[in-house]
């Protein structure tokens, strides 16, 4: 059952939760379709496909802030993978495996950095506050892991189990409490930038500014290896590995996404 649910964890991902809207619209439409097709107005009509959402070119490159979030792995790695997650996301859960699949494969040349994108806003906004907290005191590895492991299988995330996880984790707590609001107004901004670069679900990556919507370790590591030989490249052409990602992604990276009609 583990691995169904992994393999399952790799096609999707979590988006906000509509279906209840979804459910009585559908329920409204096929009364309507009933009512006609009695009245001899007309014969019931097939349900039209709701269109998909408009997603990036995976080709495109978005310039996605960095400054001032966590991450794992060296600074001047020609690859920088951005990761809009949330924690209340069995698909975030699952990501980590891939974000580690990935360490493994490519060891220094990639980086990963952390920001917070919530697709479960009654659920799981405090949690990544409360990460984003004890970031600002050099913590976030041992808060991240806490949370996944003592908080997310029951979606505690209440305000009081948080705090007992930041103080497990070596915070100061009196500072954590005071960065709360700063912290909160932080996640917003960040789930603004990740949503006008049009993600919609998390977990999405955007590998040196590029677009991957889902766990699927495949998915990734194939854009990993096209940017690992243009990085190559640009590097040997000149660019600093400490300047590239400011460079190629931050100064020449489309600043929104903007749907084609």
């Given at each position: 059952m583990m691995k169904l649910a992994l393999a399952i964890s790799l096609l999707v991902a979590c988006r906000p939760d509509n279906s209840g809207i979804e459910r009585k619209v559908d329920a409204l439409s096929n009364r309507i379709n009933v009512l006609e097709a009695r009245l001899g107005t007309g014969a019931a009509k097939q349900q039209p496909q709701r269109p998909r959402r408009a997603e990036p070119d995976p080709k495109d490159v978005f310039s996605v802030s960095i400054d001032g979030l966590p991450s794992r792995g060296p600074v001047d790695a020609p690859i920088t993978i951005v990761e809009g997650y949330e924690y209340a996301c069995p698909a975030c859960n699952f990501a980590r495996q891939s974000v580690t699949q990935t360490f493994e494969k490519y060891g220094d040349k990639v980086r990963v950095v952390y920001k917070p994108f919530i697709v479960h806003p009654d659920v799981a906004t405090e949690a990544s506050i409360a990460v984003c907290a004890a970031s600002q005191q050099g913590k976030f590895d041992p808060m991240d892991v806490l949370v996944w492991e003592k908080a997310f299988g029951t979606r505690d995330f209440s305000p009081a189990k948080l705090q007992s996880l930041a103080a497990e984790a070596g915070v100061d707590v009196a500072r954590y409490t005071k960065d709360l609001p700063a912290c909160r107004q932080s996640v917003m901004k960040h789930h603004a930038e990740l949503e006008g670069f049009g993600q919609g679900a998390t977990p999405t990556f955007f590998v040196n500014?590029?677009?991957?919507?889902?766990?699927?370790?495949?998915?990734?590591?194939a854009v990993i290896d096209q940017e690992l030989a243009?990085?190559?490249?640009?590097?040997?052409?000149?660019t600093a590995k400490a300047d590239y990602y400011a460079t190629w992604v931050i100064a020449k990276g489309l600043k929104k996404f903007e749907p084609k009609s």
């Open positions: 500014g590029r677009y991957v919507v889902g766990a699927n370790p495949a998915k990734i590591h243009l990085a190559d490249e640009r590097i040997k052409a000149g």
